[in-house]
């Protein structure tokens, strides 16, 4: 089974910037979503993006897909010293199962 | 406001101990997921339920076993811990038959085997 590939690994960035990160995958997807996890905590979704979607915004988050790169990004905007977690990407595969990349760690100075 | 809880978010066992590891979930979710995490190799899938009692193995079952006997509960079992099985455990919820679902996770567990 496929896995998403986030890069960069880790990002460090001050308060106020943009963060930017990006997600490959290599076979077709039907959605793909984000996810944030806090230190040492659970996942939380974040936001969902369709094949026939090719950009979606909530609130501060902007998350593109483009399905003939077969790669998508997260970004960020205005970013606070509470963005500061791992952001994973996932896939689906199997009807009712996610796949997740390795994340990628975001610290935000304040 | 939906919910996934997990037993314990710290555990520290010795090698051999039979470990129980539980999850509930208050969303009337017909699947339930467990996950270990580390550093370095992500969220691997470890057990799959879709149902009560129905069960399906994950990327990386060996030394683990579950149990689902009601729709709420999802127990992960660690029949002989070993110290190759510390890590963060995760479980997670969804609805069935869709993968736009998305899955709800619990606080995770952090087992220590020693």
């Known amino acids: 089974s496929q896995q998403g590939e986030e890069d960069p690994q880790a990002l460090s960035i001050q308060e106020g910037e943009n963060a930017t990160m990006n997600c490959s995958y290599k076979?077709?997807?039907?959605?793909l979503q984000w996810y944030r996890q806090n230190s040492g905590r659970g996942l939380v979704h974040l936001i969902l993006i369709r094949s026939n979607e090719r950009e979606k915004h909530s609130g501060r988050l902007r998350v593109t897909l483009d399905t003939s790169k077969k790669s998508s990004s997260l970004l960020i905007t205005a970013s606070r010293a509470a963005d500061t977690a791992s952001y994973f990407c996932?896939?689906?595969?199997?009807?009712?199962?996610?796949?997740f990349g390795t994340g990628t760690r975001l610290q935000v100075f304040p | 406001d939906v919910k996934v809880t997990q037993s314990s978010r710290y555990l520290v066992k010795r090698t051999g101990e039979k470990v129980f590891l539980e999850c509930v979930q208050d969303m009337d979710h017909e699947n339930m997921f467990w996950y270990r995490q580390d550093p370095g190799l992500g969220l691997r899938l470890i057990y799959f339920s879709y149902d009560v009692k129905m069960k399906e193995k994950g990327d990386i079952p060996e030394g683990y076993s579950v149990s689902r006997e009601k729709k709420e509960r999802f127990s992960l079992i660690l029949e002989s811990a070993s110290t190759n099985q510390t890590s963060m455990y995760l479980c997670a919820s969804s609805l069935v038959e869709s993968s736009y679902n998305e899955q709800f996770f619990g606080p995770g567990t952090r087992l220590t085997v020693l």
């Open positions: 996932a896939l689906p595969y199997n009807t009712d199962k996610l796949i």
């Open positions: 076979t077709s997807i039907n959605n």
